[in-house]
């Protein structure tokens, strides 16, 4: 009958439904994995670079450290293999050195590489746009307030003439007597 039919087909495609829902969470799952193993073998990448720079005795990199690994050319392609510049050596150094100590150590590296691979994300640029604002914002004020600060000494030299005048007069008239 067609309604035997009618059930089979629904309990098939409920079926199918149940079995392709499954499937997209393993799917889901596998993916994470995968993504999960990418990013630690990316992390212990980054600590194997490090090593191989670091001074033993600090666990350390400092500027002339890190000027001489960029002579290498495995290091600096291994940084260029992650999207990260290597023609400003000073300035990569310095986004890096987080605690602006002049040392680099394995973390502000690690965490420094992170912020810097790949292109820019939506949010970092978003933050730069923000705090460029508020330091244009501080900027005019600034100017404002030195504007007015040149006001201020202009009256107050235009005022210090007529006592310098008088002081003058009174020096001439007390050497005179």
């Not at 393993?26 to 994995?33: C, G, R, S």
Request: overall charge neutral; hydrophobic content about 40%; proline content about 1%.
């Amino acid at each position: 009958s067609s309604s035997s039919i009618f059930r089979q087909v629904n309990v098939v495609t409920g079926v199918f439904c149940t079995t392709a829902m499954e499937s997209a969470a393993a799917d889901k799952e596998i993916a994470t994995m995968k993504q999960l193993k990418k990013k630690n073998a990316q992390l212990q990448d980054l600590r194997n670079a490090f090593e191989e720079i670091v001074d033993a005795e600090s666990n350390t990199v400092n500027i002339a450290d890190f000027e001489k690994a960029m002579l290498s050319d495995k290091f600096r392609h291994f940084l260029e293999s992650m999207s990260i510049s290597t023609e400003d050596i000073s300035t990569l150094f310095t986004i890096m050195d987080s605690d602006q100590s002049g040392l680099i150590d394995l973390e502000e590296f690690v965490q420094g590489c992170l912020q810097l691979h790949g292109p820019a994300k939506s949010l970092q640029l978003a933050k730069m746009s923000f705090e460029n604002k508020i330091t244009r914002q501080a900027m005019k004020s600034m100017a404002t307030s030195l504007v007015e600060v040149q006001r201020q000494l202009d009256r107050m030299s235009r005022k210090a003439v007529p006592l310098r005048k008088r002081r003058s007069q009174l020096s001439q008239e007390f050497c005179s007597i």
